[in-house]
């Protein structure tokens, strides 16, 4: 079964630090994507960051990056300078075909605060 | 370029009632799917059209139902509305699988 999990419900960190949020999946799949998407009050879902599972090097995008661990089935974001517009939702989430079709799995989420 | 247009934004339905909701995808974008999301249960994956073909269905009983036309809009139905249906309902729009998900802003419904 494809299952994405993540394991902090909530976490918070001061503008301008760093902050890693979790993310594990299983999957039989051997061709596969993996993504962070944020979710604001605006109830958007917005890409934040995408990684191939065929490329060992991890994804990065400005402030944003991850921690991809192929063999562990891991999958963190960290994200850099934190500010305030960072706060959100945050749902790991993995993608492929699956019985012919696509599909996207998503984990729980993490709701992600700044304090200013 | 348009993102995403999904309509309308929020709408409050009476229990047994049915709804239609609908999603315009991104040009060019002929995958559309469709989730749930609610507090209790996340995000959970409705169904997925390609091609005005339905490829992928959720673990949602036969009242949730879809459709895409050949200008790849989307629309969902869902037919004698429970009040554990009260969601918001997100269509997202792929270019493949492989290129990530573009979501619109979501209808809010609400069951009474």
């Known amino acids: 079964a494809q299952t994405v999990t993540q394991s902090q419900p909530e976490m918070s960190v001061q503008e301008a630090e760093t902050v890693t949020l979790s993310c594990t999946y299983d999957t039989s799949e051997s061709d596969y994507y993996l993504f962070w998407y944020k979710q604001p009050p605006s109830r958007q879902m917005i890409l934040v960051i995408r990684?191939?599972?065929?490329?060992?090097q991890n994804a990065t995008e400005n402030r944003f990056s991850v921690n991809f661990q192929k063999a562990a089935k891991s999958f963190s974001l960290k994200i850099s300078d934190s500010q305030l517009g960072d706060a959100a939702m945050y749902f790991c989430?993995?993608?492929?075909?699956?019985?012919?079709?696509?599909?996207?799995?998503f984990g729980q989420g993490t709701r992600l605060t700044i304090n200013p | 370029k348009a993102g995403v247009t999904q309509t309308p934004r929020y709408l409050i339905k009476t229990r047994g009632q049915q709804v239609t909701l609908s999603c315009s995808p991104i040009s060019g974008h002929r995958s559309v799917s469709w989730y749930q999301q609610t507090p209790g249960q996340g995000l959970q994956f409705l169904f997925e059209y390609f091609s005005e073909t339905q490829r992928n269905k959720g673990n949602f009983p036969g009242r949730f139902s879809g459709r895409q036309f050949s200008n790849s809009r989307s629309e969902m139905n869902v037919s004698t509305l429970e009040l554990g249906d009260s969601a918001l309902y997100l269509c997202a729009s792929s270019l493949g699988w492989t290129r990530g998900y573009t979501f619109g802003s979501g209808t809010r419904l609400t069951v009474v």
């Open positions: 989430a993995y993608t492929a075909i699956i019985q012919g079709a696509q599909k996207l799995v």
């Open positions: 990684q191939e599972a065929y490329k060992q």
